[in-house]
C-alpha cells in the first residue's frame, strides 16, 4: 500500500514519466505477493524493457529470480542495482546473502561492511557480521555485531539464537539459556534455540527436559535430524551408564525407548539382545 501511494504521488506530480513501466511493475507487485512467480518475473523483464534504470523494479526481479531457483540472474539484477546506486542497501544485503551461500565469506564481509560504513546502525548488516564471524570462529567480534544487532533490533528470533550461540561456544552458559529462551519467546517454533537450550539443559544436569526440548522439536519437523541424533546420543549414554551401574531395567527402559526413535539404532538392538529384550 505504501509502495502504491508512492507512485500514485509520483505520478501525479509528474516525478515519474514512464508510466507503462511503473503500472507493469504495480501488476509485478500483485503477482508476486499472490505467489505467481512466473507471472511476476515476465511483468518486471516488459517493465524493464521500458525502463531499465527503475531500481525498485530490478530489487524485485532480483527477489523473485531467488525464489524461482535462479541465483546467478538474481545476483546480475542485484549487481545492476549497485551500478545504478551503489549505495543500495537491498541490493548490497542480497549479494551479501549470495555471497555466503556460495561460502565466499570475503565477498559477503565486503558487502555488508560497505552497508554499515553508510550506516553504522544497521540492524541486518550487524547480524549477518555477526553470523559470518561465528562461522569463522571469531567469537569476541561475531558477539560485538549481534549485540549491535540485538539493541537496535530486539525482535528478531534469529539475532537471539546466533547469540545464543556464541555465548554457547565461549561456555558462558547462562547467558547462552537466557538468548535462546528469548529467541523462543518470539518463536516459539524456533528449532534452532529449542536444540541449543537442550544442550543448555543437559549440561546442567537436566536431562528429561532436555530431551523434552528435542521431542518438541521434532513434533514441530519430525525430519529435524539435529534433534533426533541429540536425542539419541543422550538416551544411549543414559542407557550405558545405568546398564554399566547396575540397572538393568533402568537401562533397558531407555533402549527400548532409543530404539522408538531410531528403529535401526545397533546399539539399541546390540544391548536390547544382550538383554534378552
Known sequence: MIRLT????LLLLGGVDNTTSVSLILEADLLHISGDLQGAREKLLEALEHDPSDIYGRNLLGMVLLKLDQPKAAADQFSYVQVLDPS???????LGILAMHKKDIEGALAEFNGILERDPSNANAHYFMGSLYLLRGRYE????????????????????????????????????????????DIDSRHQGARCGLGWILYSNGDTENALSEWQRVLQINESNQEARSNMAKVLHEQALSAYTGGDQEKARSLWHRLQRLDPRNKAARYYLNEMGQ
Open 6 to 9: 508512492l507512485i500514485l504521488l
Open 88 to 94: 543500495n542497501e537491498t541490493a548490497a544485503t542480497w
Open 141 to 184: 567480534t561475531a558477539l560485538s555485531h549481534l549485540l549491535h544487532s540485538r539493541d537496535i533490533d530486539s525482535g528478531e528470533s534469529e539475532t537471539h539464537y546466533r547469540l545464543g550461540m556464541v555465548f554457547h561456544s565461549l561456555d558462558l552458559l547462562a547467558n547462552a539459556e537466557l538468548s535462546y529462551r528469548r529467541a523462543l
